[in-house]
């Protein structure tokens, strides 16, 4: 094999552009098979930034999820991305043939964990690299939606799920509407939308006056995402009963650490 030497006569350990017909001999195992309840493939990173996970299954039916750790004993969930959506884990049959990226700065070790089994196997291969993470043109979707809504006169409560160990809701967009069955009067204090789990017990003012058919709208779209205050914890929207309306909640989310 051909030995490259800097001006210095020493060999040259650094990086070169790969060249047309070049092919490098590489021995190591390219995958893993993981088959049980908590199985693991890992891979320590030496300073990589992302890791590249291919799964495939003829036949898997469990969860798997992406953890790293920084002291190589304590592991934190990890997001990643399928094509430009985030998620934190892969279930059930949607596990064949899917390429997740996973960024890894800073982290000592990277892992799949099978936290979810019912049968099958399951391959894996991981491939850790120094390469950008996630350099989008445009801004990642938000994946997860959820609403909710009841008959007049009912309080609503919108329950986002709590998320797994380590990971917060991140929200790009609430919406919550207010229709009035008949006609509501003026008064003097607000309805109040209150909330849990989001920052400064954030809260939403709507008006007590409106015609009958007609919506009052409070929209929160921020510039970046809102960070729910408390990971792996359910975030709440609460809208009161009130005899003249019929509430609408919606909120749009991803998961972060």
Same mark, same amino acid.
């Given at each position: 094999m051909t030995q490259l030497f800097d001006v $210095? *006569?020493?060999?040259? +350990? @650094?990086?070169l552009d790969a060249i047309t017909g070049e092919t490098i001999t590489d021995a190591r195992a390219a995958t893993a098979t993981v088959s049980a309840l908590n199985a693991t493939t890992a891979c320590d990173l030496n300073g990589k930034t992302v890791? +590249? /996970?291919?799964? $495939?299954? +003829?036949? =898997?039916? *469990?969860? /798997?999820? =992406?953890? !790293?750790?920084?002291d190589g004993v304590n592991w934190f969930a990890l997001t990643g991305l399928v094509g430009t959506v985030t998620v934190s884990l892969v279930t059930g049959a949607g596990v064949v043939n899917t390429q997740v990226m996973v !960024?890894?700065? @800073?982290? $000592?070790? =990277? $892992?799949v964990r099978v936290s979810a089994f019912t049968s099958g196997s399951l391959t894996v291969a991981l491939r850790a690299s120094i390469s950008n993470y996630a350099i989008l043109a445009t801004p990642a979707p938000a994946p997860f939606c959820v609403t909710a809504t009841a008959a007049v006169n009912t309080a609503v409560t919108l329950t986002i799920p709590a998320n797994p160990a380590g990971l917060f809701h991140l929200f790009t967009r609430i919406n919550i509407k207010r229709f009035f069955v008949t006609a509501g009067l003026a008064g003097t204090t607000p309805t109040l939308v209150t909330t849990t789990n989001l920052p400064g017990s954030l809260a939403f003012s709507f008006g007590t006056a409106g015609a009958i058919g007609t919506t009052l709208e409070e929209v929160l779209e921020p510039s970046a995402p809102i960070k729910s205050v408390t990971a792996a914890t359910a975030t709440t929207i609460v809208c009161p009963a009130v005899t003249d309306t019929i509430w609408r909640v919606t909120a749009l989310y991803l998961l972060g650490g």
């Open positions: $210095r *006569g020493n060999p040259f +350990a @650094g990086q890791v +590249a /996970v291919d799964l $495939r299954a +003829a036949a =898997f039916t *469990g969860t /798997v999820v =992406f953890e !790293g750790t920084i !960024g890894v700065s @800073g982290f $000592r070790s =990277f $892992r």
